[in-house]
């Protein structure tokens, strides 16, 4: 890595984790459309928009007896097929297009560098999402392995890059698994041309306040129960509507419309 000039500017931060306070020079690369690498840049001055842009920084390949779970999620908020690497982002990937508030999803977004004393540590973080607020990178990584010396000491380097920019850093771990399941199944509606607008406009002019999925199912006694239940979960999916999702999902939970 190269020293702090024009384009690698040096950071001082306390390094939680690390024995006091360090002088960190980030650096990072980005990987885009037909192979174009744009490589070490001043991490705290690379524009937002140049990182949405990026392709994975890594790609994966199958292999016999591999560990790892790998493939690829169509992302209702990209429009697009976003990779992940385990179950576990996938679970993250899930949760990202779930919330209404995340515009953009970046799959290892980037290569960050640093020097932390006289050591060269690299790290590819594995989302970038792009929000209302300011974007927040993630890490995933199983609870059990947030304990070791090298994962801790890299998510602590990359949690001071991170918030040095006035962004948001996030290791995520192990959901609760009854959210996970709701949020899985509705996932299962997130495609919004299955659906018809008519009947979704239909929904929308009905009260729907308090009343149970079970009820709100036969609400439009001209169209068919199952294409209006579809389309229920449909509006749950997009989080016009709401309900409790730290329960199992049944015919009895009570709807409610978002303002």
């Given at each position: 890595m190269r020293g702090a000039n024009a384009d690698t500017l040096a950071t001082r931060?306390?390094?939680?984790g690390l024995g006091g306070v360090v002088d960190v020079a980030a650096t990072v690369s980005i990987r885009h459309q037909r192979g174009a690498l744009l490589e070490d840049r001043d991490w705290?001055?690379?524009?937002?928009?140049?990182?949405?842009?990026a392709?994975?920084?890594?790609t994966f390949r199958w292999h016999k007896g591999q560990k790892h779970y790998s493939g690829t999620y169509w992302s209702a908020t990209m429009r697009d097929?976003?990779?992940y690497e385990s179950r576990l982002e996938l679970s993250r990937l899930l949760f990202a297009d779930f919330d209404p508030a995340v515009r953009g999803i970046v799959a290892q977004p980037f290569l960050l560098k640093t020097v932390l004393e006289g050591r060269g540590r690299r790290h590819i973080p594995d989302y970038l999402l792009l929000t209302e607020q300011v974007p927040v990178v993630v890490d995933v990584k199983p609870l059990?392995?947030?304990s070791k010396p090298e994962v801790a000491i890299t998510f602590d380097w990359t949690r001071q890059a991170v918030e040095l920019r006035g962004w948001k850093y996030e290791v995520w771990s192990e959901p609760p698994a009854v959210e996970l399941e709701n949020i899985r199944f509705l996932?299962?509606?997130r495609r919004d041309w299955l659906f018809s607008p008519e009947v979704l406009e239909d929904l929308r002019g009905v009260e729907l306040d308090g009343?149970?999925?079970r009820q709100a199912a036969r609400c439009l006694p001209d169209r068919p129960e199952s294409q209006v239940c579809s389309a229920i979960r449909h509006l749950l999916w997009k989080q016009s509507l709401v309900t409790d999702l730290n329960r199992p999902l049944g015919p009895s939970h009570v709807l409610r419309w978002v303002a």
């Open positions: 931060a306390d390094t939680r705290r001055t690379v524009p937002a928009d140049l990182l949405q842009s392709c994975p920084w890594r097929h976003v990779i059990h392995r947030l996932a299962g509606y009343v149970s999925l």
